[in-house]
């Protein structure tokens, strides 16, 4: 059975730091994408961040630009975020994600975490 389970979410002021953390289990992690995605109430999910397994691109959304970093460590079967210099508009409900497509769109990924709360406060 394939499980993500994230952590590291919380409450932060503006300009903090939060490293989002997501484990896997029951798939073979090396050869699939991965990515972080998050849906703010009302609006639509959208990638944040994905790492092709196909090709090892990176991909950020320009919202997160030089701010985000995402990682894999293959050997522990976990993913990253690392999120730096937060903003209030970064505050939504944050999920990993893998599949075997390239496009960082939440239909090119097909296992899903359950969501983890970052809030930025101004």
């Known amino acids: 059975e394939v499980q993500l389970v994230e952590s590291g979410g919380g409450l932060v002021q503006a300009g903090g730091s939060l490293r989002l953390s997501c484990a896997a289990s029951?798939?073979?992690?090396?050869?699939?994408?991965i990515g972080w995605f998050r849906q703010a109430p009302g609006k639509e999910r959208e990638g944040v961040s994905c790492i092709s397994s196909s090709d090892g691109s990176t991909y950020y959304a320009d919202s997160v630009k030089g701010r985000f970093t995402i990682s894999r460590d293959n050997a522990k079967n976990t993913m990253y975020l690392q999120m730096n210099s937060l903003k209030p508009e970064d505050t939504a409900v944050y999920y990993c994600a893998t599949g075997r497509k390239r496009l960082c769109l939440p239909s090119s990924y097909d296992y899903w975490g359950q969501g983890t709360q970052v809030t930025v406060s101004s």
């Open positions: 029951g798939f073979t992690f090396d050869d699939y994408s």
